[in-house]
Each structure stands twice: as C-alpha cells, then as structure tokens.
Nanobody
Framework: QVQLVESGGGLAQAGGSLRLSCAAS????????VGWFRQAPGKEREFVGF????????FYADSVKGRFTISRDNAEGSVYLQMNSLKPEDTAVYYC?????????????????WGQGTQVNVSS
C-alpha cells in the first residue's frame, strides 16, 4: 500500500503560477511512474501528465503542454507539478497517482494508488 500526499494547491490569478507536490508516506516514489490528473466540478477526471522516474521521461496533455512541467527530486523522492500561465479552466482538484512505470499512461486504469487531491482555483 502506498499512501500519497499532495500539497501546494490554493488560489492563483490567471497568468500566475502554483507548484504542487506529491510525496509517498513511508516510502519514496523512485521506483514508480507518477501521473497527475485533475477533476473539475461536474466533469470526469482527466489526464494532465506523467513522469517515469528512471529515465525522467515526461508526457503531457495538450491542454497543459508548454505551461505545466513535471519534475522529480531524487534526494526527497518526491514529484512536482509546476503550473505556469494558469487559466481559469485549470481550476480543479488535482491528484497524483502512481503505478508501474511500464503501465502508466494517460488512462486512469494504469495507476494503482491515488492521493486525496488538492484544490487549485484560478481566478480571472
């Protein structure tokens, strides 16, 4: 069992930035693939991006490409989602999730463990 903890959500103005963190309680994320998803009110959970730890390979949804960056901290074993040029449509609860690096991708089914989510609100 992997318990994930997200932090860093909050309120930002359009055009601003926020950085979300994802850490695993009692272990590290170094052997996993880590994905970020988000869910806005009344909408389905959607893929944001993922990172495969070993190679540091990242992949993003078109809606965030060029604005969001996923990175990893080898020392802390944590993963970050840097969100720049935020838009009101980025408002959602953001979740990190982990799974085997070979299985993770854009689909929810590729992930085994999920965090509780952190709220991001972007005002216009």
């Amino acid at each position: 069992q992997v318990q994930l903890v997200e932090s860093g959500g909050g309120l930002a103005q359009a055009g601003g930035s926020l950085r979300l963190s994802c850490a695993a309680s009692g272990t590290t994320l170094r052997s996993y693939g880590v994905g970020w998803f988000r869910q806005a009110p009344g909408k389905e959970r959607e893929f944001v991006g993922f990172i495969r730890w070993g190679a540091g390979y990242t992949f993003y949804a078109d809606s965030v490409k060029g604005r969001f960056t996923i990175s990893r901290d080898n020392a802390e074993g944590s993963v970050y989602l840097q969100m720049n040029s935020l838009k009101p449509e980025d408002t959602a609860v953001y979740y990190c999730a982990v799974g085997p690096p070979s299985r993770i991708g854009t689909m929810i089914q590729g992930y085994d463990y999920w965090g509780q989510g952190t709220q991001v609100n972007v005002s216009s």
